[in-house]
């Protein structure tokens, strides 16, 4: 292993638990309550909160709630993507999150959340050159729009999978799903035989720098990550594609975190 493979692997790691430490990320989740099709009110927040089939929707009933730093005076819909990105509600030092999983949730992430205060890293194998490998990404005709479980029971998600990733790994030929990743990247949702044992049960993720144009891409395993669901019973992580199960321990990248030890 060379000295620069293993400054960028610690320089990334600090990043990636830097991010985790944002007051008001992941971590910082104390609640999740699934709107109903009445207006209520919910412990601790402001307002009265509810859903219809297409939208969420807050009442601040006198309550102080900001919406991109413009206060909410009346009556505010929400319309979102399905398992796409949630939007942010300011309730003093309280921000909840609003977000479509099928149907509407609220969220409540707290700087003083006692997961973020006892955050201390998350354990990891160490660098290994070995777990880095070259693979070939293999589009499909057309993105395939695909559903996947969840950690939750009874939810799924959809996500799109523009094509498959070919590679070789302790001696055999593996194929993984993809789905779309940041910047024109992939992303990919595994689970192998450390899953469970060493690393988190439901699933880790890759993410995957876009491919090179003869579709050649690197699988760097030394920075598959847990997702939020790992740290925290408040997400409602996917779990991975059909398939997407490798048959052998791959001794890389995040472990179980220690708040689930």
């Not at 944002?22 to 919910?42: C, F, H, I, K, T």
């Not at 998600?157 to 779309?180: D, I, M, S, W």
């Not at 995957?208 to 939020?228: C, E, K, M, W």
């Amino acid at each position: 292993m060379t000295v620069d493979f293993a400054r960028e692997w610690q320089d990334w790691k600090t990043g990636r638990e830097t991010d985790l430490a944002d007051p008001y990320g992941w971590l910082a989740l104390v609640s999740l309550d699934w709107l109903e099709n009445a207006p209520r009110a919910y412990a601790g927040l402001p307002g009265r909160w509810w859903q219809d089939a297409d939208a969420a929707y807050v009442d601040p009933d006198g309550g102080e709630l900001v919406h991109d730093g413009e206060p909410i005076t009346a009556v505010r819909r929400f319309e979102l993507v399905n398992s796409g990105a949630g939007t942010r509600v300011t309730a003093g030092d309280l921000e909840i999150e609003i977000a479509r999983r099928s149907g509407y949730l609220i969220r409540v992430h707290d700087p003083k959340a006692p997961v973020l205060q006892a955050f201390h890293g998350v354990p990891s194998y160490g660098p290994d050159p070995a777990w880095s490998v070259t693979a070939r990404f293999e589009p499909f005709d057309s993105p395939r729009p695909t559903t996947v479980g969840a950690v939750v029971e009874g939810l799924s998600h959809v996500y799109t999978a523009p094509g498959l990733v070919r590679f070789e790994l302790g001696g055999e030929e593996h194929t993984l799903t993809a789905f779309n990743g940041k910047n024109g990247g992939l992303n990919i949702l595994f689970t192998d035989a450390t899953s469970g044992v060493t690393t988190y049960a439901a699933n880790r993720s890759l993410p995957v720098a876009a491919p090179s144009a003869d579709g050649t891409v690197t699988l760097d395993f030394n920075r598959a990550v847990n997702l939020p669901c790992a740290f925290t019973d408040f997400a409602t992580c996917p779990l991975p594609p059909e398939g997407n199960r490798l048959p052998l321990a791959v001794e890389a990248g995040e472990k179980v975190p220690y708040e689930r030890g």
